[in-house]
């Protein structure tokens, strides 16, 4: 399965900032996935991100907020925007390996918190 | 999947005992159901899948099952170990399209030794 480096592995930032977090992945994937996990949530999926496309959104996410970048199908970065309390979160990708190939892996994530 | 419910939030079992996480799923095009480890302050780790051609599937003490007819899957831990103890997320997707993964909300297992 694809090994996948995500960084920050954390940050501390000022509300109204913004942060971008990368994740890069050891071999080609088809579709990378962000994810945010709020503390003792569940994975809640903010975009799907394919290399040459504009990613998908979620509702209740929107590309302002969370831009997605995608420039090859290796590596995905996803920036928190404007960022307020309430973004404090754990960011996750995660990488299919293609339509008929299983076994979906994740990041090591990123501890957001916004003071 | 378009929604997925987990049952139950949370579990408490004496080492040694059996526990068994179930799930219910609401799209009838999912065909791929994963579920997913997670330990505190670390990544969700695959832990076993199931497709929708197979009704049943172990490793080791691990099992899933799936009842296509019903929307059920569940997973069976055998033999719990403190080690065992966690969040499991069950999730479901349809292969053939979007591929996204949508996970259910979690069940908090301990293991009492």
């Known amino acids: 399965s694809a090994v996948i480096s995500q960084k920050p592995s954390r940050d501390i930032c000022q509300r109204g900032t913004s942060l971008t977090i990368q994740c890069q992945v050891d071999?080609?994937?088809?579709?990378m996935f962000w994810y945010r996990q709020q503390p003792g949530q569940s994975l809640t999926l903010i975009a799907t991100?394919?290399?040459?496309?504009?990613?998908?959104?979620e509702s209740g996410f929107v590309i302002d907020k969370f831009p997605i970048s995608r420039p090859n199908l290796t590596f995905s970065t996803l920036t928190v925007s404007n960022m307020s309390p309430e973004d404090s979160s754990i960011y996750l990708c995660?990488?299919?390996?293609?339509?008929?190939?299983?076994?979906?892996?994740f990041g090591s994530g990123t501890r957001l918190t916004v003071v | 999947g378009e929604n997925v419910e987990q049952h139950p939030s949370t579990l408490s079992v004496q080492e040694g005992d059996s526990a068994v996480i179930k799930c219910t799923y609401s799209?009838?095009?999912?065909?791929?159901f994963p579920w997913y480890k997670q330990e505190l302050g670390k990544r969700p780790q695959l832990i076993i899948d199931i497709r929708s051609n197979v009704g049943e599937k172990k490793d080791q003490r691990i099992a899933v099952t799936l009842n296509k007819t019903a929307k059920h899957f569940s997973l069976h831990i055998t033999e719990t170990q403190p080690e065992d103890s966690a969040v499991y997320f069950c999730a479901d997707t349809n292969m053939e399209y979007g591929n996204k993964l949508v996970f259910g909300a979690g069940t908090i297992l301990r293991v009492k030794s």
């Open positions: 991100a394919n290399q040459g496309s504009e990613a998908t959104y």
């Open positions: 071999s080609q994937v088809t579709m």
């Open positions: 799209d009838s095009a999912s065909n791929y």
């Open positions: 995660s990488v299919s390996p293609g339509t008929y190939n299983y076994g979906y892996t």
